[in-house]
């Protein structure tokens, strides 16, 4: 299963973006809100209803963990012991991250970008802890995909797509949504 957690605040094209294409995809995908409730409010005033709130998350492996960027949201994210234990229990299962925007601040302060080319939202590369910034849409560095933003969403997806299956199915649905 993969995961996309949503905080108030998330930056609604990074977090929808991906749910959309892996689904396109054929994967299984469940949004998870960061809260107490199932509703959450978007950065723009966009509200989703996840299909799980965060005390109901226990997968103790996950297929993948995507979280988007955007402000508030990444702080709340942050702030969740339920996305700082999924996150810690992927990288011991050596399961995708994916992170956009501001979101590889969270992995760059837990130390997880240590040596690791990564990208992130101009003006958030000072919460890379150790990584290696680069200045790229897309950066994928073993199990963790980084991404600057919301413009990059498509790009994002498709690489985790061919992440999760193979560089044949991430051209086919990019070609299906006239992306490439």
């Known amino acids: 299963m993969i995961y996309v957690f949503l905080a108030n605040g998330f930056e609604e094209i990074e977090a929808l973006t991906p749910v959309d294409v892996l689904l396109r995809a054929g994967f299984e995908v469940k949004t998870v809100a960061v809260g107490e409730s199932k509703t959450v409010a978007g950065a723009h005033g966009i509200s989703v209803i996840a299909d799980i709130k965060e005390n109901e998350y226990n997968d103790a492996n996950p297929e993948a963990i995507i979280l988007p960027g955007g402000m508030p949201g990444t702080t709340n994210l942050e702030e969740s012991a339920t996305v700082i234990d999924a996150i810690n229990q992927a990288m011991i299962n050596g399961a995708l991250i994916g992170a956009i925007c501001a979101a590889p601040s969270i992995l760059g302060i837990m130390g997880y970008l240590k040596h690791r080319k990564a ?60 992306i490439k």
């Open 119 to 178: 990208t992130c939202f101009p003006g958030f590369e000072q919460y890379l802890d150790g990584a290696i910034v680069v200045d790229e849409r897309v950066v994928r560095d073993g199990n963790i995909i980084t991404s600057k933003g919301m413009g990059c969403a498509s790009d994002f997806s498709l690489a985790i797509v061919e992440y999760l299956s193979d560089k044949e199915k991430a051209d086919e649905i990019a070609k299906s949504a006239f």
